[in-house]
C-alpha cells in the first residue's frame, strides 16, 4: 500500500545551521505531497505543498521539490532558528488531478521528525 | 474564520468507560475528517465525512468506535468500552473540498489516556 518514509530523529541543530529531513514515498499514480509542522500544544499546521513532479513548494524559508525519478520530498531550509523547533510530517494524498467529489482524499503521514534548534 | 476546534483537549478515563469527543470544524467546510496519532508516530486516517455522510471508515476503526455529523457541521467521535491501546491523540481536520481539496487544516486534537 501507499506509505510514507522520513529519517528518524530527533534532529538537534544549532541556530543558522543547515537543515534537511529526508522523505521518501511509497504510492501508484500521483500523489500530492506535503509537509506538515506541529509546534508544542499547536494542531498540524501544512507548511508546504507539491502536486506534481518537479513542482517546489515553499514557505518560511523551508522548500522541498518533488522528485518523481527518486520519490522523495526532502525539507529543507538553509539557516534555522529556534521558533522553528517542532515536529516535522511528510504526508502524501492520492486526490488525482481533475477528481471533484469521489475520491477519499486522506493524508498518509510519516512518523514524524523532531527538530529542536539551540540557541 | 476561528479554525477547527476539539474538545475536550484531554480526557483521562478508567478502561471500560465509553467517551465522547467533539469536533467543530471550520465554518462551511464540507469534509470533515478524523485521525488518531500515537506515540512517535505519524496520524492515522480513521474516517472522513462529507456533510453529513460517513463515507470511508478506515479497518482502524473498530466496532467500539462510531462517529457522526448529524447536521453537517460538527462531527462526534465515540469510543466505546475503551481500552489502554485507545490511549492516543485522535485529530480532526476539514476543509472546503473540492476548492481546497489538497490542504487539510488540523484541530489542535484531543489526548485521551486510558488507566
Known amino acids: 500500500g501507499d506509505s510514507v518514509t522520513q529519517m528518524e530523529g530527533p534532529v538537534t541543530l544549532s541556530e543558522e545551521a543547515f537543515l534537511t529531513i529526508n522523505c521518501t514515498y511509497t504510492?501508484?499514480?500521483?500523489?500530492?505531497l506535503f509537509w506538515y509542522v506541529q509546534y508544542p500544544g499547536e494542531g498540524l499546521q501544512l507548511l508546504l505543498k507539491?502536486?506534481?513532479?518537479?513542482d517546489k513548494g515553499s514557505n518560511k524559508g523551508f522548500e522541498a521539490t518533488y522528485r518523481k525519478e527518486t520519490t522523495s520530498f526532502h525539507l529543507e531550509k538553509g539557516s534555522v532558528q529556534v521558533s522553528d523547533s517542532a515536529v516535522y510530517f511528510c504526508?502524501?494524498?492520492?486526490?488525482?488531478?481533475?477528481?471533484?467529489?469521489?475520491?477519499?482524499?486522506?493524508?498518509?503521514f510519516g512518523k514524524g521528525t523532531k527538530l529542536s534548534v539551540k540557541p | 474564520d476561528t479554525g477547527v476546534s476539539q474538545n475536550p483537549r484531554h480526557k483521562i478515563t478508567k478502561r471500560g468507560q465509553n467517551v465522547t469527543f467533539r469536533c467543530d470544524p471550520i465554518?462551511?467546510?464540507?469534509?470533515l475528517y478524523w485521525y488518531r496519532q500515537t506515540l512517535g508516530q505519524g496520524p492515522e486516517f480513521l474516517t472522513y465525512?462529507?456533510?453529513?455522510?460517513?463515507?470511508?471508515k478506515s479497518r482502524l476503526l473498530s466496532d467500539r468506535f462510531s462517529a457522526e455529523r448529524p447536521k453537517g457541521s460538527f462531527s462526534t467521535l465515540e469510543i466505546q468500552r475503551t481500552e489502554q491501546g485507545d490511549s492516543a491523540m485522535y485529530l480532526c481536520a476539514s476543509n472546503d473540498f473540492p476548492h481546497t481539496k489538497n490542504i487539510q487544516y488540523f484541530g489542535a486534537g484531543t489526548r485521551l489516556s486510558v488507566l
Open positions: 504526508a502524501l494524498s492520492k486526490i488525482p488531478m481533475g477528481d471533484y467529489g469521489g475520491s477519499q482524499g486522506n493524508l498518509i
Open positions: 465554518s462551511e467546510h464540507n469534509r
Open positions: 504510492a501508484t499514480g500521483y500523489p500530492s
Open positions: 507539491a502536486t506534481k513532479a518537479d
Open positions: 465525512f462529507q456533510n453529513e455522510a460517513q463515507l470511508e
